[in-house]
């Protein structure tokens, strides 16, 4: 679509909902917010097939058609997300099962992603949306159904006999007989040993089910969405000549480097609060490095979430700050859920441009003030890309799954472990880490982080991060990095796969971080206190960084540091405080000629770009409070045309574009 371009601003609409004579008005109003993309069609089943093998698409061309006219663009999503009615009466082993029941019509996600049945009206379905739509320029990209993962059920799996029967084939094309299986996983104790894979079972919560049967589940489920959306991408890659992808929220259930394989863009969806809009970064900083296109943020609120009842109220300028972090972070769309809040229905609460009864929000002039934004900047930030430190923090799914159902630590929450005790003082550092999935690419990385990553048994995995280190990377591991194998067992002869080998050391004794911590003291000399969990180590030709000075493992080493190759080993016995972390990471980065990207106080995100456009950055203060920015050299604001030199004050809640050259 020409006459529109990135970075693209609109938001989830539902005509569906109103009469068709209504468009315009809407229309009227998407023009003087300043959209000019809208995203339909993502749970209009009913509507686009109202009985089996009938369907109406004319009033949906009717939208994209005016919308077009009007120069705003359209993403189509495939309604999959919601069956309608007759389908789920007419076949009803659609259906996901809990707990031996299965779910009932009326709400969304209720339908099984394993089902053939349900996979054969969703092939249809968007069959048929690919050949209506699929050569329409108004449309700039599709989205696969809506947040792919299991029911919010606090129960993480279908046991429809379809699931049952795609589990147990997998575990049988896994480890071929049922003998290597009970072996691997140690069915012996407790006499759980399974007599063929016709037996093994689903998770069932009323039982304390075995670990590697727990994890193999979250696994299987994974794949299960994974496969589910790969097939309609491949229905839309044959039928259209758009980009494909689905809106992912920020949910540790599924695989995102997987689900990715087959999608051209990462969508994405996110209701962050003023309290935790830090936390976005974290997000953003894992989703850039999936794909080389720019990401789109589908879905996050105007000013409250809420579906009953209503919450999180933001104060003025939020709109303003949270609308352009994903630009910032490298992302070339952001999306409001939703454009006209709904007159009926399960979320009438939530927050939107527009007000049901078609009057704007008192958030209007905070859209359109980004909308001005992002077309005074849009030449600038259409031809530079974020640029990466060489700064990488690891982040695995699989370690997700395993603590999910083993956190090892009484009250380990792996997510927010990450998230606020490392990632964050390291933003806070501006050194900019790009969070990895553990099969990246790791060769434009100088530093990489590891805590937490519970299992590194996969042989090419662990081939590439060794080659990685010994051509001259630094890798800092730890803590409880490498202490389960694929299967989220214990190693038998070591508390480590490789660690022990690769950090030239002996662990001693493990000790977990509860109910107290323990006291490390630096080689410089400096005290402070680790957490999370304890391992002590004899250094076995490794340098000792930190030492313990209380405990069963008072003298032994906490931190050390070995050589392999070109490169080097750090382990961690224990997570150090956020702020001796950052310091450490820090030094060591430097040491390796990794630099924080900015002179700035820890509230803002400063996020270099460059490019054919020239170089600079994106700041956005995310915190309500001032901050302050030093520049090395002269900058121009494009959204202020201020010039800008030596240290600027940045205001509360406010955005900066700074060109540079």
């Not at 953003?284 to 979430?305: G, H, S, V």
């Not at 911590?517 to 410089?524: H, L």
């Amino acid at each position: 679509m020409s006459q529109v371009g990135p970075p693209y601003l609109g938001a989830a609409y539902y005509p569906e909902d109103w009469p068709l004579e209504q468009i315009d008005d809407d229309i009227a109003l998407m023009k003087e917010s300043g959209c000019n993309v809208m995203r339909v069609a993502e749970f209009a089943w009913s509507r686009m097939e109202p009985e089996e093998g009938r369907y109406d698409f004319e009033w949906l061309h009717t939208v994209v058609d005016k919308l077009g006219d009007a120069a705003i663009a359209t993403i189509m999503c495939t309604p999959t997300a919601t069956p309608p009615q007759w389908l789920v009466d007419r076949y009803p082993e659609v259906l996901y099962v809990r707990r031996g029941q299965p779910m009932k019509h009326g709400g969304r996600r209720h339908a099984c992603p394993n089902s053939p049945v349900y996979r054969a009206h969703c092939e249809r379905i968007v069959t048929k949306m690919a050949e209506e739509f699929g050569q329409d320029d108004r449309i700039i990209g599709w989205q696969v159904d809506n947040e792919l993962s299991s029911p919010n059920t606090g129960e993480r799996a279908c046991t429809c006999p379809a699931c049952m029967r795609k589990f147990q084939d997998g575990m049988r094309e896994k480890f071929e007989t049922i003998e290597k299986l009970n072996a691997t996983w140690g069915m012996d104790l407790w006499s759980q040993t399974y007599t063929s894979f016709g037996r093994l079972p689903g998770p069932d919560w009323d039982i304390w089910h075995h670990h590697s049967l727990l994890v193999a589940w979250e696994e299987f489920m994974s794949d299960s969405f994974v496969d589910f959306c790969g097939a309609q991408a491949d229905v839309l890659h044959r039928l259209t000549n758009h980009p494909v992808g689905t809106d992912m929220m920020p949910f540790l259930g599924l695989d995102y480097g997987d689900m990715h394989k087959k999608l051209d863009l990462v969508q994405y969806n996110h209701y962050n609060s003023m309290e935790n809009l830090w936390e976005v970064g974290f997000w953003f900083d894992m989703i850039r490095p999936l794909k080389a296109a720019p990401f789109w943020n589908t879905e996050t609120a105007t000013c409250w979430n809420g579906s009953g009842a209503a919450n999180g109220y933001k104060e003025p300028g939020f709109c303003v700050v949270n609308s352009w972090l994903p630009i910032a972070f490298g992302g070339e769309a952001n999306l409001y859920w939703l454009w006209r809040q709904h007159w009926s229905g399960q979320e009438l609460m939530h927050g939107a441009v527009v007000s049901s009864q078609g009057r704007p929000l008192h958030i209007i002039g905070e859209v359109q003030e980004i909308s001005r934004g992002f077309e005074a900047a849009g030449d600038f930030l259409g031809s530079t890309r974020p640029v990466s430190n060489g700064l990488g923090l690891h982040f695995s799914h699989k370690a997700a799954w395993i603590y999910m159902h083993q956190p090892m630590v009484a009250g380990f929450n792996y997510h927010k472990k990450l998230s606020e005790d490392v990632y964050r003082p390291l933003a806070q550092a501006q050194l900019r880490p790009d969070v990895l999935q553990p099969h990246v690419d790791l060769t434009s990385y100088k530093v990489i982080v590891s805590p937490f990553v519970a299992t590194l048994d996969d042989e090419d995995l662990r081939g590439r991060l060794e080659r990685w280190i010994r051509d001259g990377g630094t890798w800092i591991a730890g803590p409880l990095t490498d202490v389960r194998t694929e299967h989220a067992t214990k190693f038998k002869a070591s508390p480590f796969g490789s660690l022990e080998e690769w950090g030239g050391v002996y662990c001693t004794y493990e000790i977990p971080g509860q109910p107290r911590d323990f006291g490390i003291k630096w080689a410089d000399g400096r005290e402070s206190e680790g957490s999370v969990w304890y391992a002590a180590f004899e250094p076995k030709g490794a340098e000792t960084l930190a030492s313990y000075t209380e405990g069963p493992m008072a003298g032994l080493a906490a931190v050390t540091r070995h050589k392999m190759g070109k490169g080097q080993v750090i382990l961690l016995g224990t997570l150090p405080t956020p702020e001796d972390l950052a310091g450490f990471v820090t030094r060591v980065a430097n040491e390796a000629g990794v630099s924080p990207v900015a002179e700035a106080s820890e509230n803002l995100y400063v996020i270099p770009r460059e490019g054919e456009g020239g170089r600079g950055c994106v700041v956005v203060e995310i915190e309500n409070r001032p901050g302050t920015l030093a520049l090395p050299h002269e900058a121009v604001d494009l959204l202020t045309g201020k010039t800008h030199t030596g240290t600027v004050e940045v205001a509360p809640y406010s955005v900066m574009v700074l060109k540079t050259g």
